[in-house]
Nanobody, 121 residues
């Protein structure tokens, strides 16, 4: 299974960023699989942002919920993260990951390589 993130590397403060994870080698509708966005600001740890399940149910980090939306396009086998009202504190590496079951959340089975997003003030 391969995951590949894509999106703009540089955005301005207050803008909305849209990042897409393109999946190959598995279907995003495969039973029990959880598809997740995670980010890591410079010098800080990993932060779970949100998840969309194989059935399309979404879960969000409460601290980001008001600014976050995860959607999917099953025809393209992609899922997308939108984060609104970007600020320099949102700068970091954004990665998508796969958990083969709910129990594997936090111990992800596959990761994308990550994409750097820098927010310009």
């Amino acid at each position: 299974v391969q995951l590949q993130e894509s999106g703009p590397g540089l955005v301005n403060t207050s803008q909305t960023v849209s990042l897409t994870c393109t999946v190959s080698g598995d279907s995003i509708t495969t039973n029990y699989v959880y598809w997740t966005w995670i980010r890591q600001p410079p010098g800080k740890g990993l932060e779970w942002m949100g998840t969309i399940t194989y059935s399309g149910t979404t879960y969000y980090n409460p601290s980001l919920k008001s600014r976050t939306a995860i959607s999917r396009d099953t025809s393209k086998n992609q899922f997308t993260l939108q984060l609104t009202a970007m600020s320099p504190e949102d700068t970091g590496v954004y990665s998508c990951a796969l958990a083969s079951t709910r129990d594997r959340m936090g111990k992800y089975d596959y990761w994308g390589q990550g994409t750097q997003v820098t927010v310009s003030s």
